[in-house]
């Protein structure tokens, strides 16, 4: 980590927690950052997990880490960029617009499940309006309290916990879905979704999976939103991809499935030394491709075509040029099909800086 000598200079606190402050401040070049300080040495390992696992963790919807380092009082701190938009939780847009918003989120959810991370503390708060793209789009804000899958975490709001964690079970990816229903049911709804909002009545409610239904607050919402929430919140909820449970409700909305993060299928087995057709060689990378819901991806023919114009012939390039795609997110899935996020002549030409960089 770099020295405290680099620590940003403090403007004011803008936000404060049980484990730490956080304060506008100006970074390297006077550009504008939140400083995120830990409140006492007992925090410093949650600002220190979360700089490790920031670098873990490349994705859109997560707000990048710039800096970080410990205090003249020895405390960890870190720096990202300060977003002026608003949290999620005083964001009411139209449905459609929430749902293309959450999607990355959802992604992101199901990428960090996929390394072996649950976040342990979704809440709607620690997602804040990124506008600095040309649509709305959240980002998340906090791997505050970032645990090991079937690690029992510490954090968590008691409004977006499940009963598992309630109870005190080890973290589970349903536990995530779970909070990022919640946090879906009050940006569609205004409000949360327990009969109960407070102390132990609140918990009894999340317990019982006692929840007002979404039609009862806006009649103008499908009764099918009601069910999709419904088993969610129920005990024995089994939802473990927060992107495929989203999809459930874009289709209400009659909105496409979101694109997907891809992973790689773990295997040892190398490309064959030449493929015969083009179709073989189709095959072959789909069988490499998979998505954290389980959905059979392949390539799509712009993909199938570009690769192998770039492992030039030889197909042990294959592997490591697929590594590279999935690694940097330049590969995607949507609706079963692997597809490039950006045209193949940039593809081709970021592959060819890579090999020669």
């Given at each position: 980590?770099?020295?405290?000598?680099?620590?940003p200079?403090?403007?004011?606190?803008?936000?404060?927690?049980?484990?730490s402050?956080?304060?506008?401040?100006?970074?390297?070049?006077?550009l504008?950052?939140?400083?995120?300080?830990?409140?006492?040495?007992?925090?410093?390992?949650?600002?220190?997990?979360?700089?490790q696992a920031?670098?873990?963790?490349?994705?859109?919807?997560?707000?990048?880490?710039?800096?970080?380092?410990r205090?003249?009082e020895?405390?960890?701190?870190?720096?990202?960029?300060?977003l002026?938009?608003?949290?999620?939780?005083?964001?009411?847009?139209?449905?459609?617009?929430?749902?293309?918003?959450?999607?990355?989120?959802?992604?992101?959810?199901?990428?960090?499940?996929?390394?072996?991370?649950?976040?342990?503390?979704l809440?709607?708060?620690?997602?804040?309006?990124?506008?600095?793209?040309?649509?709305?789009?959240?980002?998340?804000?906090?791997?505050?309290?970032?645990s090991?899958?079937?690690?029992?975490?510490?954090?968590?709001?008691?409004?977006?916990?499940?009963?598992?964690?309630?109870?005190?079970?080890?973290?589970?990816p349903?536990?995530?879905?779970?909070?990022?229903?919640?946090?879906?049911?009050?940006?569609?709804?205004?409000?949360?979704?327990?009969?109960e909002?407070?102390?132990?009545?609140?918990?009894?409610?999340i317990?019982?999976?006692?929840t007002?239904?979404?039609?009862?607050?806006?009649?103008?919402l499908?009764?099918?939103l009601?069910?999709?929430?419904a088993?969610l919140?129920?005990?024995?909820?089994?939802?473990?991809?927060?992107m495929?449970w989203?999809?459930?409700?874009?289709?209400?909305f009659?909105?496409?499935?979101?694109p997907?993060?891809?992973?790689?299928?773990?295997t040892?087995?190398?490309?064959?030394?030449?493929?015969?057709?083009?179709?073989?060689?189709?095959?072959w990378?789909?069988?490499r491709?998979?998505?954290?819901?389980p959905?059979?991806?392949t390539?799509?023919?712009?993909?199938?075509?570009?690769?192998?114009?770039?492992?030039?012939?030889?197909?042990?390039?294959?592997?490591?040029?697929?590594?590279?795609l999935?690694?940097?997110?330049?590969?995607?899935a949507?609706?079963?099909?692997?597809?490039?996020?950006?045209p193949?002549?940039?593809?081709?030409?970021?592959?060819k800086?890579?090999?020669h960089?």
């Open positions: 980590m770099p020295s405290s000598s680099e620590f200079e403090l403007i004011r606190v803008i936000a404060e927690g049980a484990s402050v956080v304060h506008e401040g100006r970074g390297d070049k006077g504008p950052v939140a400083v995120k300080i830990a409140r006492s040495a007992e925090f410093d390992v949650s600002i220190l997990s979360e700089i920031a670098k873990d963790l490349k994705h859109e919807a997560l707000l990048e880490i710039l800096d970080g380092g205090t003249n020895g405390r960890c701190w870190l720096s990202m960029p300060l002026t938009g608003q949290t999620l939780a005083g964001w009411y847009p139209p449905i459609p617009d929430l749902l293309n918003a959450l999607a990355p989120v959802a992604d992101l959810l199901d990428f960090m499940h996929e390394c072996g991370w649950g976040h342990a503390d809440k709607s708060e620690n997602l804040l309006l990124d506008t600095r793209s040309s649509e709305p789009r959240l980002v998340l804000s906090d791997l505050g309290f970032i090991p899958l079937g690690q029992i975490a510490k954090g968590g709001s008691p409004a977006f916990l499940s009963r598992h964690r309630l109870d005190g079970g080890g973290l589970r349903q536990d995530d879905v779970h909070a990022f229903g919640v946090l879906a049911f009050e940006g569609i709804c205004g409000r949360l979704p327990w009969t909002t407070s102390g132990d009545l609140l918990l009894r409610s317990r019982s999976g006692s007002v239904a979404p039609s009862n607050i806006r009649p103008d499908p009764s099918a009601d069910r999709l929430f088993r919140f129920s005990s024995g909820s089994s939802e473990g991809s927060a495929g989203l999809d459930s409700i874009r289709t209400l009659g909105l496409e499935l979101s997907r993060s891809l992973f790689l299928e773990e040892k087995q190398e490309p064959p030394r030449s493929f015969r057709n083009r179709d073989e060689l189709r095959k990378i789909g069988s491709l998979r998505c954290a819901n959905m059979d991806v390539p799509n023919h712009e993909v199938t075509r570009t690769l192998e114009d770039l492992m030039g012939g030889d197909p042990e390039h294959l592997s490591a040029l697929l590594a590279w999935v690694k940097e997110r330049l590969l995607i949507k609706s079963g099909l692997a597809l490039f996020d950006r193949a002549l940039a593809i081709r030409s970021l592959w800086e890579n090999r960089g």
